[in-house]
């Protein structure tokens, strides 16, 4: 039972496009949601975080909107680069805990 | 310099025999964790501890063990009953136990030979 999906295992964009990536979640009660980017054999370091008394959270390139009926959320990163190249995974906080999906590859290509 | 330190960072363990991971912080954060990665299944949840002396399964806790002596360390042990070893294994932090970030270590890649 994935309460935290990411049902795009790969993105490919081209370097100073956008790229927008996604996440659906089934409980309702989840408020809290985070955004991690990861490089292989490294940890997972934290981008941005939204609480769900807000709909949009902006950090310099980084946008999470949060769409609380369709209990989905998505972060847009403009304009992308090389260095965006990673897997990228959002979290939902479940009171004492992060759960997260299962990742979603970016691939920004000049 | 604060920050999460998992060490080794890779480990090599044979079939039958225990191996215990280290996870040490020095950032005075309440909670910790260990996640475990594998190719498409995401960060799967094996312990936690919101304090000292109290831990509480995740999702895959079976042949796993923790222990929370000390607020900074939070070792796991994969015993010789995990059917599964061979992975990559994150321990984090973070500061409460809701609506805060938490920072992850470099990791432990563990495999079985």
């Known amino acids: 039972d994935q309460q935290v999906k990411q049902n795009s295992p790969s993105l490919s964009v081209q370097e100073g496009r956008i790229s927008i990536l996604n996440c659906d979640y089934t409980n309702s009660m989840f408020d809290y949601f985070l955004w991690y980017k990861k490089y292989p054999a490294e940890g997972p370091t934290f981008l941005i975080s939204i609480s769900s008394i807000k709909d949009k959270n902006e950090d310099g390139r980084f946008t999470v909107f949060l769409n609380k009926s369709a209990k989905h959320l998505s972060l847009h990163i403009v304009p992308s680069q090389p260095g965006d190249s990673a897997v990228y995974f959002c979290a939902a906080d479940n009171t004492d805990k992060l759960i997260f999906g299962t990742g979603t590859r970016l691939q920004v290509f000049p | 310099d604060g920050g999460i330190t998992q060490s080794p960072k890779y480990l090599f363990r044979k079939e039958g025999q225990n191996v215990t991971l280290s996870c040490e912080q020095n950032l005075n954060h309440d909670a910790m964790y260990w996640y475990r990665q594998d190719p498409g299944q995401g960060l799967r949840l094996i312990y936690y501890s919101q304090i000292v002396n109290d831990f509480q399964k995740g999702d895959i806790a079976e042949g796993y063990s923790v222990s929370r002596e000390k607020k900074e360390s939070f070792p796991l042990t994969v015993t010789s009953a995990q059917k599964n070893p061979t992975a990559f294994y994150l321990c984090?932090?973070?500061?409460?136990?809701?609506?805060?970030?938490?920072?992850f270590g470099q990791g432990t890649r563990l495999t079985v030979v």
């Open positions: 984090a932090s973070r500061r409460g136990s809701v609506n805060t970030e938490a920072f």
